[in-house]
C-alpha cells in the first residue's frame, strides 16, 4: 500500500506514516486537530499530505511535521493554532501556504526554523506576535511579508536570526522586537522601523545584536520613540 486516504477521524496523533512506501496521505474536510509527533519523520522522498481545502484545523500539535525530509511542499488549510516546532526541520521544503482563513495569533518558535529551501512566507494578518526563533536558521529565507491588515504587535527573540532576509519593513503595528532579532544574519542590509516600535533592546540584546551586514536602519518621519540623525539611531530625547 502506498497511499492512505483518512476518513473515519477528526483527530490523529503518534501515527506511523513514516513506514512502507507511502507516497499519499489524504486528510478528510472534517479534520479539526493533528496531535504530537503526527506525521513526524516523514523520510520518503516526494510524499505528498493532502489536506482538503474546505477543512478548518482547530490545532496543530508540538512537531506534527517534525523532521519531515521527504515532504517538498506543505499547503495547509485554515489553522487556528500551531505548536512550536510543528514545521521544524522539513529540509527539502519549497512551499508552504496556510489556508485565507487561518486565524492564528502566533508564530510559534521554531515554527520554520530549519526549513532552508523555503524562500518566502507570507505572515497572516491574524498574526500579533512572531515567537521566539520562529524563522531562525532558515538560511533559504529572502523574503518576509504581511498580509494587507496585518496586527503584528512583537517579534520574539532570535525569530529571523540565520536568514537570509536583505531588507526588512516591520509593519507599523509593530511595538516590541526582542533581543537579536537579526543575529547572523550576514544579509540584512536594511531594517526600516515601527512608528510605534517603543524599544530597541529586548532583554540581553538589542534587536540589532550581531546583525553584522546591517548597512541602515531607516525610522519613518512619524516615529513616536525614535528618531535616526546622520546616519545614526537615537531616541526620541535624542540621547
Known amino acids: 500500500m502506498n497511499r492512505v486516504y483518512l476518513n473515519n477521524q477528526d483527530s490523529?496523533?503518534?501515527?506511523?506514516?513514516?513506514?512502507?512506501?507511502?507516497?499519499?496521505?489524504?486528510?478528510?474536510?472534517?479534520?479539526?486537530?493533528?496531535?504530537l509527533n503526527t506525521f513526524y519523520n516523514l523520510h520518503k522522498t516526494?510524499?505528498?499530505?493532502?489536506?482538503?481545502?474546505?477543512?478548518?484545523?482547530?490545532?496543530?500539535?508540538?512537531?506534527?511535521?517534525?523532521?519531515?525530509?521527504?515532504?517538498t511542499a506543505l499547503a495547509l488549510?485554515?489553522?487556528?493554532?500551531?505548536?512550536?516546532?510543528?514545521?521544524?526541520?522539513?529540509?527539502?521544503?519549497?512551499?508552504?501556504?496556510?489556508?485565507?482563513?487561518?486565524?492564528?495569533?502566533?508564530?510559534?518558535?521554531?515554527?520554520?526554523s530549519g526549513c532552508n529551501l523555503l524562500t518566502s512566507f507570507e505572515v497572516p494578518a491574524s498574526v500579533t506576535v512572531i515567537e521566539t526563533r520562529a524563522f531562525s536558521n532558515n538560511k533559504g529565507?529572502?523574503?518576509?511579508?504581511?498580509?494587507?491588515?496585518?496586527?503584528?504587535?512583537?517579534?520574539?527573540?532570535f525569530a529571523f536570526a540565520g536568514t537570509a532576509i536583505a531588507s526588512f519593513v516591520m509593519p507599523e503595528t509593530v511595538e516590541y522586537a526582542g533581543s537579536a532579532v537579526f543575529q547572523n544574519t550576514t544579509a540584512v542590509k536594511s531594517v526600516t522601523l515601527s512608528k510605534k516600535l517603543v524599544s530597541v533592546l529586548g532583554g540581553q540584546y538589542s534587536m540589532f545584536y550581531m546583525a553584522?551586514?546591517?548597512?541602515?536602519?531607516?525610522?519613518?518621519?512619524?516615529?513616536?520613540?525614535?528618531?535616526?540623525?546622520?546616519?545614526?539611531?537615537?531616541?526620541?530625547?535624542?540621547?
Open 12 to 35: 490523529y496523533t503518534y501515527t506511523i506514516f513514516n513506514k512502507g512506501n507511502l507516497t499519499l496521505i489524504q486528510l478528510p474536510s472534517h479534520l479539526k486537530s493533528l496531535g
Open 77 to 112: 488549510p485554515a489553522v487556528n493554532s500551531i505548536s512550536t516546532y510543528a514545521i521544524y526541520n522539513l529540509t527539502n521544503l519549497k512551499t508552504f501556504t496556510l489556508g485565507a482563513e487561518s486565524k492564528l495569533t502566533s508564530i510559534p518558535g521554531y515554527m520554520l
Open 212 to 239: 553584522n551586514g546591517l548597512e541602515q536602519i531607516i525610522v519613518p518621519d512619524d516615529c513616536v520613540n525614535f528618531k535616526a540623525v546622520d546616519g545614526v539611531l537615537y531616541d526620541a530625547n535624542q540621547t
Open 141 to 157: 529565507l529572502t523574503e518576509l511579508t504581511f498580509a494587507p491588515g496585518n496586527k503584528l504587535v512583537q517579534i520574539g527573540d
Open 46 to 71: 516526494g510524499i505528498q499530505v493532502l489536506f482538503n481545502p474546505d477543512a478548518h484545523i482547530e490545532s496543530i500539535g508540538v512537531k506534527a511535521f517534525n523532521a519531515c525530509k521527504g515532504v
